[in-house]
């Protein structure tokens, strides 16, 4: 009896120890670090720049640092991100100029309290496209992804070369990702009926380093980091707390590219090379900052211009409802309390 009683107790005894160290592995971040604020961050995961800060404060203990526990939360683009913000699945996302107007018109309980980076939007022909000017897109084909940042660089790049958007250039919608279709021929003239495309980084930076495209014209995105004015008004503390976090991540950035290219590599499962990711990077100010004093989160005027610029753009192709004023949605208080520029 004494053997059945000792055989009980030890299969009892082996299956809490199991649960316990099962356990343990299982808990989320917040029930490990139960002292730790949770922030549930929105990020999209084949967004290189973006990707590679993300993969930073998932694989370092940044946000553990300043008292937050994150739970990441990784979407393949804005519009989902958007959708997961309206419906409170998020309290903070890092998005493009163009979602981040969108969501605000369609749910003005948000705050732009910081710059996320800036990101290229191009355009672009074959190699050996007699093409060599904007302006030389005259009677010619140019496809793009309707709706994106884009178009919105395309056409205006088109309009700043004297074109006239209806009568001189034939400006079609192609996704994003059919562009891969296209591109593959390094003496290419023409891609079949399309003379030019427009597309925004990774895309573009691929085909470059492969030699399959030339550059016409490079825009400028100012992507934005966003959170939630409910969580604000729950946790006052967690906008500082995140900027410092997020700023200290730029720094980890600048002084290990390698190992932060590598996790978003692995993370997004891209076929990229590092030096795609380097060109995708390379409108970046704050990796090639020369101490930790330069990294900038703030806006400048022309970053001002370009965020009214998307949410106007937005407007006039009858995307929206409604025309949102941007800075009336910025809030630059918590970079200063951060003591951060």
Same mark, same amino acid.
């Given at each position: 009896?004494?053997?059945?009683?000792?055989?009980?107790?030890?299969?009892?005894?082996?299956?809490?120890?199991?649960?316990?160290?099962?356990?343990?592995?299982?808990?989320?971040?917040?029930?490990?670090?139960?002292?730790?604020?949770?922030?549930?961050?929105? !990020?999209?995961?084949?967004?290189?720049?973006?990707?590679?800060?993300? @993969? #930073?404060?998932?694989?370092?203990?940044?946000?553990?640092?300043?008292? =937050?526990?994150?739970?990441?939360?990784?979407?393949?683009?804005?519009?989902?991100?958007?959708?997961?913000?309206?419906?409170?699945?998020?309290?903070?996302?890092?998005?493009?100029?163009?979602?981040?107007?969108?969501?605000?018109?369609?749910?003005?309980? !948000?705050? #732009?309290?910081?710059?996320?980076?800036?990101?290229?939007?191009?355009?672009?022909?074959?190699?050996? /496209?007699?093409?060599?000017?904007?302006?030389?897109?005259?009677?010619?084909?140019?496809?793009?992804?309707?709706?994106?940042? *884009?178009?919105?660089?395309?056409?205006?790049?088109? @309009?700043?070369?004297?074109?006239?958007?209806?009568?001189?250039?034939?400006?079609?919608?192609?996704?994003?990702?059919?562009?891969?279709?296209?591109?593959?021929?390094?003496?290419?003239?023409? !891609?079949?009926?399309?003379?030019?495309?427009?597309?925004?980084?990774?895309?573009?930076?691929?085909?470059?380093?492969?030699?399959?495209?030339?550059?016409?014209?490079?825009?400028?995105?100012?992507?934005? #980091?966003?959170?939630?004015?409910?969580?604000?008004?729950?946790?006052?503390?967690?906008?500082?707390?995140?900027?410092?976090?997020?700023?200290?991540?730029?720094?980890?950035?600048?002084?290990?590219?390698?190992?932060?290219?590598?996790?978003?590599?692995?993370?997004?499962?891209?076929?990229?090379?590092?030096?795609?990711?380097? #060109? *995708?990077? /390379?409108?970046?100010?704050?990796?090639?900052?020369? /101490?930790?004093?330069?990294?900038? =989160? /703030?806006?400048?005027?022309?970053?001002?211009?370009?965020?009214?610029?998307?949410?106007?753009?937005?407007?006039?192709?009858?995307?929206?409802?409604?025309?949102?004023?941007?800075?009336?949605?910025?809030?630059?208080?918590?970079?200063?309390?951060?003591?951060?520029?």
């Amino acid at each position: 009896m004494k053997k059945v009683i000792v055989a009980i107790l030890f299969v009892v005894t082996a299956a809490l120890v199991f649960r316990f160290i099962t356990g343990r592995i299982s808990q989320q971040p917040s029930e490990q670090h139960p002292e730790l604020l949770p922030i549930r961050i929105g !990020w999209q995961v084949p967004w290189a720049t973006q990707g590679q800060l993300s @993969q #930073i404060l998932q694989k370092t203990t940044l946000l553990q640092d300043q008292g =937050l526990q994150g739970d990441f939360k990784g979407f393949n683009y804005g519009g989902p991100l958007n959708e997961a913000a309206l419906v409170g699945e998020v309290d903070v996302l890092f998005t493009a100029d163009q979602p981040a107007a969108t969501l605000l018109i369609k749910d003005p309980d !948000w705050i #732009i309290i910081g710059r996320l980076m800036y990101n290229r939007v191009s355009l672009y022909v074959p190699p050996k /496209s007699p093409i060599q000017t904007v302006a030389d897109l005259r009677g010619k084909t140019v496809a793009m992804p309707f709706g994106a940042a *884009a178009q919105r660089m395309a056409l205006r790049a088109e @309009q700043d070369a004297g074109l006239d958007l209806d009568d001189d250039v034939h400006n079609v919608n192609l996704d994003i990702y059919e562009q891969s279709d296209l591109v593959r021929d390094p003496n290419a003239h023409t !891609w079949g009926e399309i003379d030019a495309l427009a597309g925004f980084d990774p895309m573009p930076a691929i085909f470059e380093e492969q030699g399959l495209i030339r550059t016409l014209y490079v825009g400028k995105v100012v992507s934005v #980091i966003v959170m939630s004015k409910e969580y604000i008004k729950a946790h006052p503390d967690a906008p500082v707390a995140f900027l410092k976090a997020f700023h200290a991540a730029y720094d980890f950035y600048r002084n290990n590219i390698s190992t932060a290219d590598q996790w978003f590599t692995e993370a997004s499962k891209l076929t990229i090379t590092q030096q795609a990711l380097h #060109i *995708a990077a /390379s409108i970046e100010p704050n990796l090639s900052s020369d /101490s930790n004093g330069d990294i900038r =989160l /703030s806006f400048t005027d022309e970053d001002y211009a370009i965020l009214q610029e998307a949410a106007d753009f937005l407007y006039d192709q009858s995307l929206v409802e409604q025309r949102v004023v941007m800075n009336d949605y910025i809030d630059l208080s918590y970079l200063q309390m951060a003591s951060l520029h």
